[in-house]
């Protein structure tokens, strides 16, 4: 009988090949992104706005205030084709976005519309920013002094009623004769609108103030 201690038996271990990896796939392809001449095939997209008479002197005046921040932020080249009387602008091989030559044609309307630069350069800024346009007789048909007693109530004394609510809607308004211009985001400028909608159907600007002061208030608890 065998009575000996017990031995430990040993393994020899062998290295095992490496074995080659038949479904590796190749490194993912890196690819710089499409600059804005690049997504239009090489085209050179244009935008034209009209100049109004009425705005061909404060064109002159503020071009370089208008010029800077188109050509050099938004990388747009503009002129003024003063034979068309129109503001040209397109877009360079250096262009960030193809969406700026639209932001810049909206900048350049809404100045010709009548609003500020420092107002209209919003657009270029903000994305949620809209220009609405409508007229007086859109809401009711109005002739003679009672179309001159409506655009009274719209501005209120020395324009005190159109800061009001543009102060109150974040919003700003242009009143040109019977066509009424609302700079704002979507929701403000409804609010703009429908008080303005109240004073042309001849509510007085003493109920329409305590309306937008409850809208205002409702919306300042929304947000």
Known sequence: MYTGAPTTMEIETVPSKPKPESN??????????????EMSDGRVQFRK??????????LKKYWMDIYTPIYEQMKIDIRMNLKARKVEL????????VSNLQK???FVQAFMLGFDVADAITLLRLDELYVDSFEIKDVKTLRGEHLSRAIGRLSGKGGKTKFAIENATKTRIVIADTKIHILGSFANIKIAR????????????????????????RLAERF
Do not use: M, N, W
Request: proline fraction near 17%; glycine fraction near 4%; charge should be positive.
């Open 24 to 37: 590796s796939l190749p490194p993912k392809p890196k690819f710089e992104p499409l600059k804005a001449h």
């Open 90 to 97: 397109k877009t360079r091989p250096d262009t960030p976005d």
């Open 104 to 106: 810049c044609a909206d």
């Open 194 to 217: 429908d008080s303005l909608c109240s004073l042309i159907l001849g509510s007085p600007a003493g109920k329409v103030y305590s309306k937008l002061r409850q809208v205002t208030a």
């Open 49 to 58: 706005v009209s100049v109004p008479p009425h705005r061909y002197s404060p």
